[in-house]
């Protein structure tokens, strides 16, 4: 029998290129996936004790990946 995920599984709704960027993002180390992203800015949105935001690209990254995703979605 499989190992029951730590987390329920929950459908989101985001433009194709948002969750593409997200994906890339990773890629680029920016977090390790989109997942744990949407995690961090949820925890810091809620404000949750210790949260902190993600890391983020520097804005020429960003646009980069931006630029990219649009390509890749």
Known sequence: ???????????????????EGLAIAAERGYGTDRSSTLRALGRWFLRAPGATLPDRPDAATAQAIREQAVVRG
Not at 1 to 19: F, N
Request: no cysteine; glycine share 0%.
């Open 1 to 19: 029998m499989p190992d029951k995920p730590a987390t329920e599984h929950r459908p989101v709704r985001l433009d194709d290129d948002l969750w």
